[in-house]
């Protein structure tokens, strides 16, 4: 089957929406060209004396031999740094580019480009009995279940942990190192181009500094979440980040683009959903991203107009021409079975008093945040005044309240008597 040219909806004669994917090409191309810019010398910056630094210059594992070597030895070594640099604005799943690891002794950089099989790092990430350090690590935990049918297991991250051991949350992790180091972490290289080769002094340098300091935060925060007695909580958090359901799309739930969706029909509406969950399946199997392949705005014209054939489509704005000639059929029978019903209920107004509802989750906000300074836990860690938004409109509307992270586990154990269905509105 051939892939649908995501440019279409912007070529000349045929204009599209405005897109971030223009924004984000460009952005990344001058950081790469800075990456790549051969003419001006680099010299890194001094590597950080520490007993759980490694100061080595880094080792490129470019061949099966080499990535066999690497990966018996991070399984004797326990514990390591994990990181990936991917590219992920052109395609459905990211375009993995470099794995980072390090241990106190080594820092290596794994080449998938160059490696076709990777199962032996990936049984690494599905092991429970090896530590894999990682900051804000989902987007790197998100293709172990993928491509291997497991989940990965045993995952530290520093970012949720850090939140859970006072420091600010989210803290990025060039923050995060010089917090707790002092050590400046370089980014120039972040948003390079990584599927190029050779790479650049920079991107090794950049893409070293993000695993090689994770050894000593991880240390840092072990100990002082276990003077602080937070361990538990910092365990139970990094293992959800490890639950497959985490990771799956739903595009129902997705923030839409497009003006007006909120007002159409309950049966135009049917139609815009049910068009979004073809547009989802379809981008999975080509490997493209949604909205470069049909835009919400399109989805939402397509909804409004009910197209009933083929031909139709041409008329209507933002569908992409290579898209109708090769999927139109399909799009059209999706048009007709969403017609079919049944039609999504259409959102009643809330019953409550807003200005009641905003005081309550502000008055709740403020005990929880007292709750965790008392265990000198940062809350935007635990939870948001977005999260606690339903829990309050299910009181106040007499509604049951949902079961939501901030009412389950490790958190319900956290804020206690606090998340209560009968405590949620009391007063300061």
């Known amino acids: 089957m051939t892939k649908p040219d995501p440019i279409q909806p912007d070529a000349p004669g045929r204009p599209g929406p405005p897109s971030r994917k223009s924004f984000r090409g460009r952005h990344r191309r001058l950081s790469d060209q800075a990456a790549h810019d051969n003419g ?16 080595d210059e880094p080792v490129l594992v470019t061949t099966p031999h080499q990535l066999a070597e690497a990966a018996e030895y991070l399984r004797s070594a326990g514990t390591f ?12 799943f990211p375009h993995l580019c470099v794995i980072q690891a390090a241990t106190t002794e080594r820092v290596l950089l794994i080449d998938p480009l ?8 990936w049984a690494l990430l599905n092991d429970p009995a090896l530590t894999k350090i990682v900051h804000a690590g989902a987007q790197d935990i998100e293709p172990v279940f993928r491509l291997t049918g497991r989940p990965a297991a045993n995952v530290f991250d520093t970012q949720v942990a850090g939140g859970l051991a006072g420091l600010d949350h989210p803290l990025s992790l060039g923050n995060t190192i010089h917090t707790i180091l002092g050590v400046e972490h370089d980014a120039g290289a972040k948003f390079s181009q990584w599927q190029r080769r050779p790479l650049t002094p920079q991107q090794i340098h950049y893409a070293a500094g993000d695993v090689r300091y994770l050894c000593a935060v991880y240390a840092w925060l072990r100990e002082k979440l276990d003077a602080l007695g ?11 980040l490890c639950e497959p359901e985490r990771y799956a799309n739903d595009p129902l739930t997705r923030k839409v683009k497009a003006k007006g969706v909120n007002k159409l029909s309950r049966k135009k ?14 981008a999975q199997s080509l490997n493209v991203t949604p909205r470069g392949m049909l835009a919400d705005e399109a989805v939402y014209e397509i909804a409004d107009a009910l197209p009933g054939e083929v031909k139709k489509l041409h008329a209507i704005k933002f569908v992409p021409r290579p898209l109708i000639e090769q999927h139109g059929r399909a799009l059209v029978e999706t048009v007709a079975d969403a017609l079919d019903g049944p039609y999504p209920k259409k959102p009643q107004p809330p019953t409550y008093d807003r ?3 905003r005081a309550c989750v502000n008055a709740l906000w403020d005990r929880i945040a007292e709750r965790c300074a008392e265990r000198s836990i940062t809350p935007s860690a635990v939870t948001s005044k977005r999260e606690l938004g339903p829990l309050i409109a299910a009181v106040l509307e007499g509604r049951k309240v949902p079961e939501l992270a901030v009412n389950s586990g490790w958190r319900k154990e956290l804020l206690g008597v606090l998340i209560e269905e009968d405590a949620l509105i009391e007063a300061d």
Do not use: M
């Open 40 to 55: 001006k010398p680099f010299t890194p910056p001094p590597i950080l004396e520490h007993p759980w630094v490694c100061a």
């Open 269 to 282: 509406r049917a139609v815009f959903n049910g068009v979004l969950i073809w547009r989802e399946a379809l």
């Open 230 to 240: 937070n361990a538990g909580f910092a365990q139970q958090a990094c293992v959800e």
């Open 114 to 121: 160059a490696i076709e099989d990777l199962s032996s790092w």
């Open 355 to 357: 200005d009641e509802h």
């Open 81 to 92: 740094g994990y990181d990936t640099e991917f590219i992920g604005e052109d395609s459905y």
